[in-house]
C-alpha cells in the first residue's frame, strides 16, 4: 500500500512562503493520479479538517476562498511528488497540513505557523 510522506512545514513570518512537499512511496503515484482528486487539507486547532487545494486527473486545480491567488498545488507523477506552494501567509494559515489521495490515503501531516 502506498504511503504518503509530507515535509516543508515550519514556522515562517506573515507575509512569508513555504512549499510542502507529499512525496509517495513506490511508483504507483502515477495511477493514482489518474484515477481521482487529490488535494491538500488543513487543520486548525478546535476546527474540523477543510480542503484547501485540488487537482484532477486532467489537472483541473480548485482553491479554498481563503487562499485563491497565494496557493498553489501541483504534481510530478515521475517524481511521485505532489506540492502546495503557499505565498503571501497570513496567521490564519496556521494549520497542520495533510495530502491526500484517492481512496483515502492520507499523511501525517506537517505543522505550519504563520506568526511574528
Known amino acids: 500500500q502506498v504511503q504518503l510522506v509530507e515535509s516543508g512545514g515550519g514556522l515562517v513570518q506573515p507575509g512569508g512562503s513555504l512549499r510542502l512537499s507529499c512525496a509517495a512511496s513506490g511508483s504507483i503515484f502515477s495511477i493514482y493520479a489518474s484515477i481521482g482528486v487529490m488535494g491538500w487539507f488543513r487543520q486548525a486547532p478546535g476546527k474540523q479538517r477543510e480542503l484547501v487545494a485540488s487537482?484532477?486527473?486532467?489537472?483541473?486545480?480548485t482553491y479554498a476562498d481563503s487562499v485563491k491567488g497565494r496557493f498553489t498545488i501541483s504534481r510530478d507523477n515521475a517524481k511521485n511528488t505532489m506540492w502546495l506552494h503557499m505565498n503571501s501567509l497570513k496567521p490564519e494559515d496556521t494549520a497542520v497540513y495533510y495530502c491526500?489521495?484517492?481512496?483515502?490515503?492520507w499523511g501525517q501531516g506537517t505543522q505550519v505557523t504563520v506568526s511574528s
Open positions: 487537482i484532477t486527473p486532467s489537472d483541473r486545480k
Open positions: 491526500k489521495l484517492p481512496g483515502d490515503i
